[in-house]
């Protein structure tokens, strides 16, 4: 119930921030000072296709993280899967602990340069989030409502599908609400390994001492993260169960 | 009608046994359920009864096969089900739990229709079965039925779960303490209700509490569990609470148990005293003559519909200040024949002459009902159960 309400304040303060960032933006891009340096930096082709490419490696991420995490997830709070489920948080959490840039750079080692290389690594990041919200969302169904489906003759399937997920919507959502914002925050450091990204914009700025260059790179990632976390909003809004 | 009313001798069929059951949960050392048969009959409601964790959910749950007996087998409607497909045998069991369990993000509608969904029966079939069902336990299907659990109270979620029970029409209704969340009134209300339900529908019901009361109210048979779900007794609630088997059922029917039987019979098992009416308009005299027949030295003065009004005896009538019709005491408290016996002894007690005035639906006189008649039933009910 909690989670509705600030949900709803999410659907005014997310785009609120996010429309004061690009009237920022819009500001810097027009009246500052631009030196042929950051002129080139912020070459208008350039950024579109860092921009697409930050997007491409957020979503395929946050899809994949989707697809991995949920079934996951579901799997390890089937009975008798306890002791896995405690070992691979673990795991995850461990993972996590592990600095973004360390991460990328593992991944990197292990399979090489390259958008695959930066997705996975996103992803693996950004697991535990959905996986443990998923674990959450379905372990804090109502018992009673679980063992009165059963008593009533519906299978562990329909169990599944018609209470314990629908019921656990709301929580699930918020998990892949975080991992989304780690993803496209964390793809800032694909450039590191040849992913693209608005990464390199922002480490030209750094390297050839550019402050705008910096913060035009660092205010479209930000708008990008606004943007996916506005989209989980929503759908945290709308597809929240009736009745709830 | 009650199961005990039927012909000893024809035994109602057993619908459900359950034939030497043992449980023992994964890791425990005891069995939860010791070497368990018992019969359930068609038709009636056997009360599980007991102290906390002596079994009696466990019992419940063995029959509809939430889980699955160690040892022994379950018979339903004549076939071994120990090891057909659960979920086919539940959709044939109504199934109540104490907490319900309605789901939280369905309608009332979609959640009567739950089993019916199950079932494939067609959206026409279950929208008609659903409004009939909420009519059935007394709600206005075009109100309750698109609405959301959270927005009924404890009461109306407890008839939805009876609702969503009864959907398929089961045969047999197992109920888990299921008006034990709900409030003492309220939950005198349900059970009236749904005893009204059962006389109509006569289902085959196991119910589960752990309140002798209920058990005594709502049991045609009720069994008294002891640890590992071994039957202490299992008989007619007056027969346990007249003979109890032994110090077990004595002490789990608490000092009250005489009391209980009250709640058993009815004002109309009583016998009648003959306390004569004074009818309006009658002189003085004619009143004094009454009082005078009467052998407990009072008679009842009642109005032109023949509704008790006043009791009057000899010494209210040597009165001849006041007018008849102001003489005597007026008469408070009356009872109806479908009184419990509790009822007449509380009404008797508020009286100082140790009776009560009967009276029929119209409210019209029938006689009175005395301490002595009561104590007369109380005697004869013990001596015929023992
Ligand atoms: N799922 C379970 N796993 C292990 N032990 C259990 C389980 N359910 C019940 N038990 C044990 O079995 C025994 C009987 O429990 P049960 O729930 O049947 O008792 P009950 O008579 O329904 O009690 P109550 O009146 O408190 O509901 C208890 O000792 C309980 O601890
Ligand atoms: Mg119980």
């Given at each position: 119930m909690n989670e509705s309400r600030a949900s709803r304040l999410d659907l005014i303060v997310t785009p609120a921030i996010g429309l004061l960032l690009a009237v920022l933006l819009f500001v810097v891009w027009n009246y500052s000072d631009m030196d042929p340096t950051t002129e080139r930096i912020l070459e208008p082709a350039n950024l579109a296709r860092q921009l697409q490419q930050q997007l491409i490696l957020a979503f395929w991420s946050t899809l994949l993280v989707i697809i991995v995490a949920i079934p996951l997830g579901i799997m390890v709070t089937r009975g008798g899967a306890r002791g896995l489920k405690n070992t691979m948080v673990g795991f995850l959490g461990l993972m996590q602990a592990i600095p973004a840039y360390g991460l990328i750079v593992l991944f990197f080692v292990w399979l090489g340069q390259g958008a695959t290389t930066v997705i996975l690594a996103l992803a693996a990041f950004s697991l535990l989030p959905v996986l443990r919200n998923t674990i959450v969302g379905i372990e804090q169904v109502d018992p009673s409502v679980i063992e009165s489906g059963k008593g009533m003759g519906m299978t562990p399937v329909q169990r599944l599908a018609r209470i314990e997920l629908p019921l656990s919507v709301p929580v699930i959502i918020s998990g892949i609400r975080t991992a989304t914002v780690i993803t496209v925050g964390m793809g800032a450091l694909a450039f590191l390994i040849g992913g693209g990204g608005l990464g390199e914009t922002i480490n030209a700025g750094l390297k050839l001492n550019r402050p705008t260059a910096i913060f035009v790179g660092a205010a479209l990632v930000a708008l990008v993260a606004l943007a996916f976390d506005f989209a989980g909003a929503l759908a945290q809004r709308y597809l929240h169960p009736k009745g709830l | 009608m009650n199961a005990h009313d039927l012909d000893p001798l024809h035994e109602p069929r057993a619908l459900i046994e359950l034939v030497n059951v043992e449980k023992t949960y994964p890791g425990a050392e005891q069995p939860a359920v010791r070497d368990l048969s018992l019969a359930v009959r068609e038709g009636e409601i056997l009360v599980l009864v007991g102290p906390s964790g002596c079994g009696k959910s466990t019992t419940l749950r063995l029959i509809n096969r939430m889980i699955e007996p160690?040892?022994?087998?379950?018979?339903?409607e004549g076939a071994d089900v120990t090891n057909t497909d659960p979920n086919k045998l539940r959709r044939q069991i109504g199934y109540v739990i104490q907490q319900i369990g309605l789901f939280p993000h369905r309608t009332i509608a979609e959640n009567i229709g739950t089993v019916p969904r199950l079932l494939k029966w067609d959206k026409k079939k279950t929208a008609a079965r659903v409004n009939e069902m909420l009519e059935l336990v007394g709600m206005d299907p075009s109100i309750y039925g698109p609405r959301y659990p959270r927005e009924l109270s404890g009461g109306q979620a407890q008839r939805v779960g009876v609702a969503r029970a009864l959907a398929a029409d089961p045969d047999v209704l197992l109920m888990d303490e299921p008006f034990g969340a709900i409030d003492p009134i309220t939950r005198d209300r349900l059970q009236n209700e749904f005893l009204r339900l059962q006389a109509e529908l006569k289902k085959t019901i196991v119910f589960v509490t752990h309140d002798i009361d209920e058990a005594v109210k709502m049991g045609d048979r009720i069994a008294i569990l002891r640890e590992q779900s071994i039957i202490a007794q299992i008989d007619r609630p007056e027969v346990i609470l007249t003979d109890p088997a032994d110090d077990f059922v004595e002490n789990f029917l608490g000092s009250g148990a005489i009391l209980k039987?009250?709640?058993?019979?009815?004002?109309?098992?009583?016998?009648?005293?003959?306390?004569?009416?004074?009818?309006?308009?009658?002189?003085?005299?004619?009143?004094?003559?009454?009082?005078?027949?009467?052998?407990?030295?009072v008679a009842i003065l009642l109005d032109a519909q023949e509704h008790p009004v006043r009791w009057v005896d000899r010494r209210s009538l040597d009165n001849a200040a006041k007018p008849i019709e102001q003489a005597g005491r007026s008469v408070n408290v009356m009872l109806q024949p479908e009184d419990t016996l509790q009822d007449a002894l509380s009404a008797m007690l508020q009286t100082s002459t140790g009776m009560s005035v009967v009276v029929d639906g119209r409210g019209r006189y029938l006689g009175c009902v005395t301490i002595e008649s009561l104590a007369s039933l109380l005697v004869q009910t013990q001596n015929g159960a023992a």
């Amino acid at each position: 119930m909690n989670e509705s309400r600030a949900s709803r304040l999410d659907l005014i303060v997310t785009p609120a921030i996010g429309l004061l960032l690009a009237v920022l933006l819009f500001v810097v891009w027009n009246y500052s000072d631009m030196d042929p340096t950051t002129e080139r930096i912020l070459e208008p082709a350039n950024l579109a296709r860092q921009l697409q490419q930050q997007l491409i490696l957020a979503f395929w991420s946050t899809l994949l993280v989707i697809i991995v995490a949920i079934p996951l997830g579901i799997m390890v709070t089937r009975g008798g899967a306890r002791g896995l489920k405690n070992t691979m948080v673990g795991f995850l959490g461990l993972m996590q602990a592990i600095p973004a840039y360390g991460l990328i750079v593992l991944f990197f080692v292990w399979l090489g340069q390259g958008a695959t290389t930066v997705i996975l690594a996103l992803a693996a990041f950004s697991l535990l989030p959905v996986l443990r919200n998923t674990i959450v969302g379905i372990e804090q169904v109502d018992p009673s409502v679980i063992e009165s489906g059963k008593g009533m003759g519906m299978t562990p399937v329909q169990r599944l599908a018609r209470i314990e997920l629908p019921l656990s919507v709301p929580v699930i959502i918020s998990g892949i609400r975080t991992a989304t914002v780690i993803t496209v925050g964390m793809g800032a450091l694909a450039f590191l390994i040849g992913g693209g990204g608005l990464g390199e914009t922002i480490n030209a700025g750094l390297k050839l001492n550019r402050p705008t260059a910096i913060f035009v790179g660092a205010a479209l990632v930000a708008l990008v993260a606004l943007a996916f976390d506005f989209a989980g909003a929503l759908a945290q809004r709308y597809l929240h169960p009736k009745g709830l | 009608m009650n199961a005990h009313d039927l012909d000893p001798l024809h035994e109602p069929r057993a619908l459900i046994e359950l034939v030497n059951v043992e449980k023992t949960y994964p890791g425990a050392e005891q069995p939860a359920v010791r070497d368990l048969s018992l019969a359930v009959r068609e038709g009636e409601i056997l009360v599980l009864v007991g102290p906390s964790g002596c079994g009696k959910s466990t019992t419940l749950r063995l029959i509809n096969r939430m889980i699955e007996p160690t040892s022994g087998s379950i018979i339903f409607e004549g076939a071994d089900v120990t090891n057909t497909d659960p979920n086919k045998l539940r959709r044939q069991i109504g199934y109540v739990i104490q907490q319900i369990g309605l789901f939280p993000h369905r309608t009332i509608a979609e959640n009567i229709g739950t089993v019916p969904r199950l079932l494939k029966w067609d959206k026409k079939k279950t929208a008609a079965r659903v409004n009939e069902m909420l009519e059935l336990v007394g709600m206005d299907p075009s109100i309750y039925g698109p609405r959301y659990p959270r927005e009924l109270s404890g009461g109306q979620a407890q008839r939805v779960g009876v609702a969503r029970a009864l959907a398929a029409d089961p045969d047999v209704l197992l109920m888990d303490e299921p008006f034990g969340a709900i409030d003492p009134i309220t939950r005198d209300r349900l059970q009236n209700e749904f005893l009204r339900l059962q006389a109509e529908l006569k289902k085959t019901i196991v119910f589960v509490t752990h309140d002798i009361d209920e058990a005594v109210k709502m049991g045609d048979r009720i069994a008294i569990l002891r640890e590992q779900s071994i039957i202490a007794q299992i008989d007619r609630p007056e027969v346990i609470l007249t003979d109890p088997a032994d110090d077990f059922v004595e002490n789990f029917l608490g000092s009250g148990a005489i009391l209980k039987t009250l709640t058993l019979n009815r004002v109309r098992d009583l016998d009648l005293a003959p306390v004569p009416p004074v009818l309006p308009g009658a002189s003085r005299t004619q009143a004094l003559a009454a009082v005078e027949e009467s052998s407990s030295g009072v008679a009842i003065l009642l109005d032109a519909q023949e509704h008790p009004v006043r009791w009057v005896d000899r010494r209210s009538l040597d009165n001849a200040a006041k007018p008849i019709e102001q003489a005597g005491r007026s008469v408070n408290v009356m009872l109806q024949p479908e009184d419990t016996l509790q009822d007449a002894l509380s009404a008797m007690l508020q009286t100082s002459t140790g009776m009560s005035v009967v009276v029929d639906g119209r409210g019209r006189y029938l006689g009175c009902v005395t301490i002595e008649s009561l104590a007369s039933l109380l005697v004869q009910t013990q001596n015929g159960a023992a």
